[in-house]
């Protein structure tokens, strides 16, 4: 990995509590990194190694990814010219052997990962198919009109609120990225440029503004605080609401090798059995919860006030099919470090092949995802220096590097013109979509490479 190899590009930073504004001695200078972590440790749980959920002792990481750049931190050209250090931090997975939470064990401060941020969502017709067809469902299932109030935690561009504006129901989006938030204003979207949290909530609340349904997609993984974002759920709800959160599915990332999910956004890698703990503690149930394909498997989970509403029988089924597997035993976990380096060694050798053979390779998609897996495999600049460049329908991430391993990043259009042999499919988790777009490159003899669940080529 580049932050691992070359230290002096890279400021590796504590993640414990007040420590996070002290920079640690660069990578490769004497002493113990992991001695350094431990005495910045402060009197916070992530510093004392404990569950961020129940409060236990987190035991021993099943897997390290090193130190790892912020993955949506995409620097430019002039930032590294300038000699400014992008900022690291460990990058490792753990669980806690008494609630089953799967979680990272160092946490960067979210000002830090969503201040100004990379990642708009209406940029992937997919995302937006999804987004259309959860609202309509929403819509009918909950009878939402125009005396409904709906909030969105992490409502990124509007992409998921068009949907109910266009249909006359009133909602508000909570976005912490100030860009971002922006964008959705423009848009029509009535937006509060805030992070989510039972404060937030109280005042909502106390202004009249209680909802009956609250949204969060792809956030609930990101709150390093996940018993102050569940209370916010449980305050913001009328009596009666319910909850509906989308987050990519523990279970997936273990079995199907979805490493690359792991990033310092992602604080946590939820399983039903770890969270039902959770919901109780703030007196919160789950009532629903459904397995979508959406980025390599997620949940999708309604929760409302203990009581208030019937509880389906998917709940205790998919509890009942957790426990078969051994969700709640340290052998689920044993051997995911072990397979996870057996896939990267099948990437590595094919990619060594191909370079062998005098032929090209570009990849696919600056997403975090492709960041850890970049990262974590050394590939880039400073590492196996085989990717020409990286394209990316986004226009906001065109013209920056990607981080740690500064490939550059370009239109779609660049793999038509500059024809690369392969192209390595980052977002492999919206294959269907990108080979989709890429049809006339992939007529042209074009191929790509997708690197996991198991390395192919298509």
Known sequence: MFCQREGKNCGVMAGQGGAWNRALPRVGESGSLVHRMEVLASSESVGKRLCRSCGGALGRPILDLGIQPLANNLPRPEDLASGRPEPCFPLRLAVCPACWLMQITEVVPPVELFGNYLYFSSFSDAMLRHARAAAGRLMANERLGAGSFLVEVASNDGYLLRNFVEAGVPCLGI???????????????????????????RR???????????????????APDTNDFVAGLGALLKPGGVAVLEFPYGCELVEQLEFDTIYHEHVFYFTLSALLPLFARHG????????????GGSLRLSAAHAGTRAVMPSVAGLLDEERGKGVCGAGYYEAFAERVGKLREALLGLLREIQGRGQSIAAYGASAKGSTLLNFYGLGRGGMDCIEFVADRSTAKQGRLTPGTHLPIVGP?????????????????????????QAAYRAAGGRFIVPLPVVRVV
């Open 204 to 222: 909502l609340a106390s202004e009249g503004r209680r909802a009956d349904v609250v949204l969060g997609n792809n956030v609930f993984a990101h």
């Open 175 to 201: 976005e912490p990225a100030s860009n971002v938030a922006e964008v959705a204003v423009k848009r029509g979207i009535p937006t509060l440029n805030e992070f989510f949290g039972l404060a937030l909530a």
């Open 413 to 437: 259009e660049a793999l038509r013109e500059r024809k690369p042999d392969y192209t390595l499919l980052l977002t492999w988790n919206f294959a269907e979509e990108i080979l989709g777009q």
């Open 284 to 295: 919160m149930e789950v009532t629903d919860v459904e397995r979508m394909a959406i980025h």
